[in-house]
């Protein structure tokens, strides 16, 4: 399906600062487009970051938030001082000590955590562990089959799927799903294996509904709980 991994693009106020951020705290090169966005490539089992300028206002959480894995209590609270020293908060969003993560906010307010370890959901997925969303069944079943990825947990509406060679986790919490508020700042970029125009057509054919194409030719699509995607040219 996808002829690059699949990507989680920001829109950012100040890209590059961003990528630099996330770059520093992930240990990934830092690579600008012409187009003003700054990129950092995944690999087959680590999904790509992209940074592109947007100026859309942050109201309220996001419907999407990395989770990031640590290896023991020391380099959990190394990644923590890592990201407070590149210019990230720490946030209070009601979690108990006993959960043994830590929520963080990047320097544009995007939420994240530092999982604690021995987390067996997230073993063997890497630094970037899972992408945690917001959204209902449907859209983990839809995911599912627009990737060609597996679903590994399907339990009390609670979806996730992961690439065949494994590594990130892409997982919905079932409902209730936060109200969405204008266009999301953060959304999955896919660039197809093959003709763009057939994928799109196929995307919609699984459920995914049309709603512009870009000035830049990106075709912007939104899955079946509305979370806009965008489908790239190779």
Known sequence: ??????????????????????????????????TGGVHLPGTDTQLGLRFTPGATGKSGPNRMHLHLTSTDPDDQQR?????????????????????????????????????????????GCGPLGEIACDGHRAVGLFWSAALGWPLVWDQDEETAVQSPHGGTKVAWGGPPVTPKRGRNRQRFDLVPAGDPRAAVDRLVALGATRVEVGADGVVVLADPDGNEFGVLAG
């Open 79 to 123: 990644q923590v001082a890592t990201a407070l020293d590149l210019g990230g908060t720490t946030l209070d969003v009601g979690q108990r000590p006993e959960e043994r993560h830590v929520v963080l906010a990047d320097p544009e307010g995007n939420e994240f955590c530092v999982i604690g370890p021995g987390n067996s959901f997230l073993a």
């Open 1 to 34: 399906m996808l002829s690059r991994p699949l990507t989680v693009t920001y829109d950012a106020h100040d890209p590059v600062r961003l990528a630099r951020f996330w770059a520093g705290l992930l240990h990934r090169e830092v690579v600008e487009e012409a």
